[in-house]
């Protein structure tokens, strides 16, 4: 039960240092993917399309720069989160 925290840790130091060093374009790619509403459900974008106007993040291209430095400052966060994690998980295992 006491590895739980140090998986977790671990797992989530390691995709974050992946995402806030943006190892082989992680966070363009990330963006590009899941950010990029052009890459929405399929019936979402029609239901904008029938409703007569564009959905409201299509002007993704102009603040593309601005997400993927969004992606990896929150990739910081998540290093920052798993190291405590990382502790909590050894302090558990020393105390036991």
């Avoid at 240092?17 to 790619?29: C, E, P, Q, S």
């Avoid at 290093?79 to 502790?87: K, M, T």
């Amino acid at each position: 039960m006491y590895l739980v925290p140090l998986l977790l840790g671990l797992g989530m130091v390691l995709v974050g240092l992946v995402l806030a060093t943006d190892h082989r374009g992680i966070a363009k790619r990330a963006v590009d993917t899941y950010l990029n509403p052009a890459h929405a459900d399929t019936s979402l974008l029609r239901t904008f399309n029938r409703l007569g106007f564009e959905h409201p993040g299509m002007d993704f291209l102009h603040y593309a720069g601005r997400q993927r430095r969004l992606v990896r400052v929150w990739g910081g966060f998540l290093v920052a989160f798993g190291l405590v994690f990382l502790a909590a998980g050894v302090v558990l295992l020393l105390r036991t």
